[in-house]
């Protein structure tokens, strides 16, 4: 059982399309993490959210706390937006993770 | 610049043999943790530790062992305990271990088994 979900698993899109990816969760959280990982393999924060909505440039990652669902969106697509993102959330001392959504974003 | 590194990026080793993977952090954060990323699955914690020489077992601690005896140092050492240690393995900080304190990861270390 994973505590974390995500979907799609893969996403292909043309640049300039609008993209949404969606995780959900089944553990109280005191943290939702949005992370990219790139092809290299190293791992940055995109955003930590624990309510409503966060938009740093083209991207906007918000929360449902009753549902317990995140959705990351990304406006205005770009082959350089090509990366795994991953949902993590917090709960007590610990991190669970979900397995990734790959996009590749088409030129 | 504040960062971390891991070190080495690419890493061979003979089956039997055990191996230690560095991670260093000057971001003076106090909690430093270890992954675990296999293909298709989300990072798995090894271990992790909130602050010098205290350190606790994550969900797969089994064939690995760490140290924590400075705030910037946290390796790893994957013992021949472990017994499909071919993974690629990433190191983290935050300046607490709450949740709501962001991570900082290291650009991993790919680790092969021959």
């Known amino acids: 059982k994973n505590e974390v979900e995500q979907s799609p698993q893969n996403l292909t899109a043309q640049e300039g399309e609008f993209i949404t990816i969606n995780c959900s969760y089944s553990?109280?959280?005191?943290?939702l993490h949005w992370l990219q990982q790139h092809p290299g393999g190293g791992i940055v924060s995109l955003f930590m959210?624990?309510?409503g909505k966060k938009k740093h440039g083209r991207l906007i990652a918000t929360i449902n706390i009753q549902e317990k669902h995140s959705s990351l969106h990304i406006t205005a697509s770009h082959p350089r937006d090509s990366a795994v993102y991953i949902c993590?959330?917090?709960?007590?001392?610990?991190?669970?993770f979900g397995s990734g959504t790959k996009l590749n974003v088409k030129p | 610049d504040g960062g971390i590194t891991q070190s080495p990026k690419y890493l061979f080793r003979k089956e039997g043999q055990n191996v230690t993977l560095s991670c260093e952090q000057n971001?003076?954060?106090?909690?430093m943790y270890w992954y675990r990323q296999d293909p298709g699955q989300g990072l798995r914690l090894i271990y992790y530790?909130?602050?010098?020489?205290?350190?606790q077992k994550g969900d797969i601690a089994e064939g690995y062992s760490v140290s924590r005896e400075k705030k910037e140092s946290f390796p790893l050492t994957v013992t021949s305990a472990q017994k499909n240690p071919t993974a690629f393995y990433l190191c983290?900080?935050?300046?607490?271990?709450?949740?709501?304190?962001?991570?900082?990861f290291g650009p991993g270390t790919r680790l092969t088994v021959l």
């Open positions: 983290a900080s935050s300046f607490q271990s709450g949740g709501d304190n962001e991570q900082f």
């Open positions: 553990v109280g959280i005191s943290a």
């Open positions: 959210l624990s309510s």
């Open positions: 993590a959330v917090h709960n007590f001392n610990k991190f669970y």
């Open positions: 971001l003076n954060h106090d909690a």
């Open positions: 530790s909130q602050i010098v020489n205290d350190f």
